[in-house]
């Protein structure tokens, strides 16, 4: 088989309440939503007004410095409301949903008799386009750029993740449509990351690689920097799994598709399961009946407990989340907490009970258990990111806004998903994904 | 435990900015976060956050001196006792008694001096307060001699807090370590009440001494040119010294501590006693050489891992090297920094008799260089992923 890459750093982190094989189909929402805020970094100029009428594959907005990236409605019905938050910022674009409604109708062929031209407009005007990100940044490609390679991990890592090879189910000729339609787009290769147990390895037209250990051998930044790293001038893409799903449905059927599976997850969901539904579907759509009634407050997030975003029931999903995951808030004292002896306490240190008795799964809640610091411990970080890169010292760059050691550090290669768990381990309790966030804005704004 | 944490609560109001409390904001919140996790959940990027904080990792490092300061209490009374020749007929717990009488109030002043200091730093800068004087307050009273008097205790902790740590900004953005700052402060400052033979062992006024004592540390004895000591005294720790330091026994158990929590970096340890090994090795080469005196000679010739057991050399390897914040930070660098102090330490021993104990100036030395010493090992990780860029362009 294809080569194997080993990685020892990294960190599972064992939750309870991940998805059963099991999956549901959700009734269409009363309410879905684009939100700009899923973008970092984009301007988004508005196509649409309030309660115009909408069918699946309308333009909503687009983006202000790069016109021809479109984002396209999941639903067809009415533009119900545009929510904007502080200075007029667009938030959401709620549309309320009509059954009823069509579906803009785009190019149905066979990728492998287009040209890249023809794909690359095809993708652009249906909206799926921004589905491809770019690395450096973790930011929408650009469309005149020529990408080294395209990077397409098949498997998720992170905490209750989907498994993804349950979801490809009866879908994997799709999956190799939208392969075929992104190798136009490049001269240099596809690269599958495949887990040890994988669907994907019969897929044509790509190179697989396989990776094992905890995560995050499973992000797709850790896999680039393994095969083929990111350096100064060179730009490379990524797609999730799912989103290749959606290329491959816009060519073979000539509509643009936004049915996702994402899975419930979570120490307070009932079931945890995967459900079947549409992208940017309202959290109450997927989360009321099925979370378990509690005297304690409850957090879901959509995504995974790393990297997701903190939702309330009234949200929407995320643009690129195949996730939702609920766990208790934890907005309680505990009395002299860091001084228990913690049997149930998970921690990567060795400093509690719990690394003596492990525990197949652990219910953790948001609580950031202990106050922010000064970095004070050096050896943390370096023993959760399986790259070669100098996670405090990058960081220190960043906030010394020293714009030379940031690319020297390799700014390039990482986006906060990649230091996340370096955020989960931290001892001072510092927002390493913010600092890493602001950094990245700093070099976009600095050197374009 | 409701009603302290209602406490807390109802006056959270009355220190806040522009109440009429205001000035205990700091010690407010340190007290109610020492006893109360705050309930502050996470609002930006990761969800789950792991159970450890700075309060578990420096409670941690506290509980790993404990062996050392119970032993060093111990082997207070024993010293005394035994000066005074009346070791055999004192019980074990007398002998202990009178060391927590006379440790115990050097911890008081340590730690009361340093923590007010802290407080009302945290207080004038709207900072929490920070954890790291928890470990600081407990190693400063670790490596006095025992006779040192309060007063001079009280000096060199308001020193080495406020010219140590908060000039630099507090925990985490020192230069040196805080605790041997404090060490050095007295050692250069009141070199007479500091080094000799007279602070060594707690002795009364009335106390009369047997005809053979002499209060020296094996170290100074050895520098004098006398090696007399028992190699199991200086392993057990039943020789005069600083507080904490003269058991390697209690060391290594605090040692174990650290290790198996994963607090106390391995490399730094093992390092730095593989330096101390190589240049008490070499020196012994050398111990034949002409041109020696004879003091020198006996110092050059004694066995090398003698050097392990003896002085300061252990605690400072195991509990003042390892400080995460005044060590090199890069892994490489930490290889590197604890050889050095290791080689520097058991030099400044031997071969220069007026500072018979290197290690605290040897780790003071490495400390100002670790951040050299990281600034090179991260021009080479630069250095390779240009090259990288290099081979794949």
């Known amino acids: 088989m294809s080569e194997v890459i080993k990685l020892k750093k990294g960190l599972d982190i064992k939750l309870k309440g991940s998805a059963e094989p099991v999956m549901e189909v959700v009734p269409v929402p009363s309410s879905v939503a684009l939100k700009p805020t899923d973008f970092p970094g984009l301007t988004p100029k508005l196509v649409v007004k309030q309660d115009d009428v909408i069918q699946v594959g309308d333009v909503i907005f687009y983006d202000k410095y790069h016109p021809e990236v479109v984002f396209t409605a999941p639903a067809g019905g009415k533009v119900a409301s545009i929510n904007r938050g502080e200075r007029r910022r667009i938030l959401e674009v709620v549309i309320s949903t009509d059954p009823g409604s069509g579906s803009v109708q785009f190019r149905q062929a066979d990728p492998q008799n287009l040209s890249a031209e023809e794909i690359k407009e095809q993708l652009l005007k249906s909206g799926l386009w921004p589905f491809i990100k770019r690395r450096p940044y973790g930011t929408i490609a650009l469309p005149q750029e020529q990408p080294r390679d395209i990077f397409i991990s098949t498997f998720d890592t992170a905490p209750l993740a989907p498994d993804y090879n349950f979801i490809m189910e009866g879908q994997l000729e799709t999956f190799q449509t939208g392969i075929h339609a992104l190798a136009r787009l490049t001269h240099g290769k596809i690269y599958l990351g495949v887990s040890k147990t994988s669907v994907f390895t019969n897929i044509k037209q790509v190179e697989i690689r396989q990776f094992t250990g905890p995560h995050p051998a499973g992000n797709a930044g850790v896999q680039i920097h393994h095969i083929s790293p990111v350096n100064k001038g060179e730009v490379v893409w990524t797609v999730n799994p799912q989103d290749v799903l959606f290329i491959g449905r816009l060519f073979e059927t000539g509509k643009v598709d936004f049915t996702r599976i994402i899975a419930l997850t979570g120490s307070e969901v009932e079931q945890p399961k995967y459900l079947q539904t549409i992208l940017g579907t309202s959290v109450t759509s997927i989360t009321e009946g099925r979370l378990k009634k509690t005297g304690y407050s409850q957090r879901i997030i959509s995504g995974n407990v790393l990297t997701g975003e903190k939702v309330k029931s009234q949200n929407f999903l995320g643009f690129y989340d195949a996730q939702v995951t609920v766990i208790p808030e934890g907005d309680e004292y505990e009395l002299l907490g860091w001084a228990t002896p913690g049997v149930k306490k998970f921690s990567a240190s060795r400093t509690y009970l719990s690394r003596l008795f492990p525990r197949k799964n652990y219910i953790l809640n948001a609580n950031l258990h202990g106050g922010e610091r000064a970095f004070v411990l050096s050896d943390q970080y370096g023993k959760v990111l399986p790259m070669d890169i100098l996670p405090v010292h990058l960081l220190k760059a960043i906030l010394a806004n020293d714009l030379d050691k940031m690319e020297q550090l390799g700014i390039y290669e990482v986006i906060e998903e990649d230091m996340a768990l370096c955020e989960f381990v931290c001892t001072s309790k510092i927002k390493v994904q913010s600092i890493l966030r602001n950094g990245i804005n700093t070099v976009i704004k600095e050197l374009g | ?393």
């Open chain 2, 1 to 393: 435990m409701k009603f302290l944490k209602d406490f807390f609560e109802k006056t959270e109001p009355l220190v806040q900015k522009g109440a009429r409390f205001h000035w205990l904001n700091s010690v407010h919140d340190g007290f109610f976060t020492f006893l109360f996790v705050p309930r502050s959940t996470s609002q930006t990027g990761s969800h789950i956050h792991d159970y450890i904080d700075l309060k578990r990792t420096m409670s941690i490092v506290v509980l790993s001196l404990v062996p050392a300061l119970l032993f060093g209490m111990y082997n207070v009374g024993f010293q005394h006792y035994k000066a005074i020749g009346e070791l055999v007929s004192t019980g074990f717990f007398s002998l202990f008694i009178y060391g927590l009488l006379k440790v115990l109030p050097i911890v008081v002043v340590s730690y009361v001096v340093g923590l007010g200091i802290e407080f009302a730093f945290a207080q004038m800068r709207g900072h929490e307060i920070n954890e790291g004087f928890l470990v600081s307050g407990m190693l400063i009273p670790l490596i006095m001699p025992v006779e040192t008097p309060l007063w001079m205790v009280a000096i060199a902790t308001a020193f080495a807090v406020v010219f140590g740590k908060e000039v630099f900004g507090g925990t985490g953005m020192n230069i040196w370590n805080p605790a041997l700052i404090a060490r050095a402060f007295l050692f250069f400052a009141y070199p007479a009440q500091m080094s000799g033979n007279a602070v060594w062992v707690s002795m009364g006024k009335t106390d009369v001494p047997v005809d053979s004592f002499t209060g020296a540390t094996p170290l100074a004895d050895i520098a004098a040119g006398n090696v007399n000591f028992s190699v199991a005294d200086a392993f057990f720790g039943l020789i005069p010294g600083s507080i904490g330091e003269t058991s390697t026994v209690a060391i290594l158990l605090g040692a174990a501590i650290l290790l198996i929590t994963g607090i106390g970096s391995w490399k730094i340890m093992v390092s730095t006693v593989a330096g101390g090994v190589i240049m008490g090795i070499i020196l012994n080469l050398f111990a034949g050489s002409t041109g020696l005196s004879p003091e020198s000679a006996a110092f050059f010739a004694m066995p090398f891992w003698h050097h392990l057991i003896l002085g300061g050399f252990a605690f400072g390897a195991i509990f003042m090297a390892t400080d995460p914040v005044s060590a090199a930070q890069t892994e490489k660098g930490k290889w590197i920094y604890g050889f050095l102090i290791g080689i520097l330490a058991i030099l400044i021993r031997v071969i220069n008799p007026a500072y018979p104990e290197g290690m605290m100036l040897a780790i003071l030395l490495m400390n100002t260089f670790a951040p050299l010493i990281d600034h090179y090992v991260i021009q080479g990780h630069i250095k390779r992923r240009l090259n990288r860029a290099k081979l794949s362009a």
